[in-house]
């Protein structure tokens, strides 16, 4: 079994609201050390496959499919093997 961790963001040219308001209210809260924020999305995916080349391509398949927005948004998958009654 195995755990398919995908972290998307909005591509560097894409304008990102929640970021830039992130960043304003950190800004006012005095923490003026932080320079930028970008927000995203992480997901967590459990995959029951037989390698972790197949679970790459699962996760690669869920991306592409549905999960992330190739024209806005980058993607990147990390994968890990785990045992399911360790939840």
């Known amino acids: ?35 930028d924020v ?3 999305k992480f997901i967590e995916i459990d995959i029951d496959a ?3 080349e197949k679970a790459h391509e699962v996760a690669e398949a869920s991306c592409k499919q549905l999960l992330a927005n190739e024209v806005m948004e980058d993607y990147s998958i990390t994968i890990e093997e785990y045992s399911p009654e360790l939840k």
Request: glycine share 8%; charged share 25%.
């Open 1 to 35: 079994m195995y755990k398919a961790k995908v972290n998307i963001t909005l591509r560097k040219s894409i304008l990102d609201p929640k970021g830039k308001a992130a960043n304003h209210a950190l800004q006012n809260l005095g923490l003026t050390a932080v320079d």
């Open 38 to 40: 970008r927000i995203g």
């Open 50 to 52: 037989e390698s972790e």
